[in-house]
């Protein structure tokens, strides 16, 4: 734990896990809200059975009782800032609760993350910075903490609106990013496939090839297909032998990798090795 600061209506930390564990980061919900800032590490996180892949800089926003959980690898250090905080805190300065709306105004588990290019390049981080105080005495502490969460919780409404006004003029818009986010991050995983897509999104397989034309001119097991074979090519140009090319780029079996090789690239993959 870096900085911690507690209460009964406000809860921050800043904290690293230089080797974090699994068995640390269960499925969880709180009684208030939550923002979460991921500084860095590798890792995904769930709520409500959907997924989102973290990336440097990501915000994720959490109203109570939004059952989450972090799946992180232990290969790098985790670090984040993590600010709970009740509803009464916003509602002194907002009684009409319209910077919660990022919380409340959305379906459960969806539209909870925000990528760094949402809010002005460094405003979020120099807020976070300015939460962190050496003067002494809880009451400063707590000062410096509120006086910065509230700009922060006004940049998050604004980033809301945005994202509120691309999804209702293309509803389709948001769920394609993180379709292909997903499809990319999970692409040499031989358990995806358009079932587990459909159950990831809660869509209908011919709805999310709909979405994913829409969005990329492909369908989306052609796209996986392209992305592989390319991923294969280079791994067999750096000598790594076929069959081991073929496993680990998701293909099930080495007679399908060979075909969909040879047809895009007019030679077979041992012909393609150095």
């Known amino acids: ?5 507690i209460d009964k209506s ?3 930390h800043h904290s690293v896990d230089m080797k974090p564990s699994q068995e640390n980061f269960r499925m969880h919900a709180h009684e208030m809200y939550e923002i979460l800032f991921f500084l860095s590490g590798n890792g995904r996180f769930m709520v409500e059975g959907c997924e989102y892949i973290l990336e440097p800089g990501s915000m994720m926003v959490m109203r109570p009782s939004e059952a989450h959980k972090l799946k992180i690898q232990h290969d790098s250090p985790y670090e984040r800032v993590a600010i709970h905080f009740s509803s009464d805190i916003v509602t002194s300065i907002d009684p009409n609760g319209k910077l919660l709306q ?3 105004d959305r379906p459960i588990g969806r539209h909870n993350m925000y990528q760094r290019a949402s809010f002005r390049s460094s405003f979020i981080h120099e807020c976070l910075n300015s939460m962190e105080t050496n003067i002494q005495g809880d009451y400063y502490r707590r000062l410096a903490i509120t006086t910065n969460l509230y700009p922060i919780l006004t940049e998050l ?3 809301f609106l945005v994202k509120k006004n691309e999804t209702l003029q293309n509803p389709y818009k948001d769920i394609s990013h993180e379709l292909i986010r997903y499809v990319n ?3 040499t995983s031989n358990k995806l496939s358009l079932d587990s897509l459909a159950e990831q999104f809660l869509i209908s397989k011919s709805q999310l090839n709909r979405i994913f034309k829409h969005a990329t001119g492909s369908t989306i097991w052609d796209y996986v297909l392209i992305k592989r074979v390319m991923a294969a090519r280079q791994m067999l140009r750096a000598g790594h032998p076929a069959n081991e090319v073929s496993q680990a780029c998701g293909f099930r079996d080495y007679s399908a990798f060979y075909r969909f090789y040879k047809k895009k690239f007019n ?5 393609d090795r150095p």
Request: proline residues 9%; hydrophobic residues 35%.
């Open 10 to 12: 406000l809860y921050f």
């Open 185 to 187: 991050y999970n692409l």
């Open 157 to 159: 409404k604004a980033a």
């Open 1 to 5: 734990m870096e900085y911690q600061y």
């Open 267 to 271: 030679v077979s993959p041992q012909e």
């Open 102 to 104: 990022p919380f409340e």
